[in-house]
């Protein structure tokens, strides 16, 4: 599997206590990222691919993996339709 990578390019972020907010440069479309998130877009490294980030994240929050799956994959199908993530 390849690599998730973020598009720094296309977006600027802040953190505001658990929470990430994120803003696409190009329209100024925002995201505000659940704590859950928030831990998904912080393990987006550019070295982790689907399988390892679903592993991170049931280590982080005690889950098996497969319970995580579909959730996990809903937040990066998103963020890659927005344009701010790419599989390399």
Request: no cysteine; charged share 30%.
């Amino acid at each position: 599997m390849s690599a998730l990578v973020k598009r720094f390019d296309r977006f600027t972020e802040t953190a505001i206590d658990d929470e990430i907010v994120i803003m696409r440069l190009d329209n100024g479309e925002f995201f505000a990222l659940s704590p859950t998130a928030a831990a998904i877009w912080r393990l987006i490294d550019g070295e982790r691919d689907r399988v390892s980030l679903r592993a991170a994240l049931g280590d982080i929050f005690h889950a098996g993996e497969q319970r995580m799956a579909a959730d996990i994959d809903e937040f990066l199908e998103q963020m890659t339709a927005a344009g701010l993530l790419d599989d390399h």
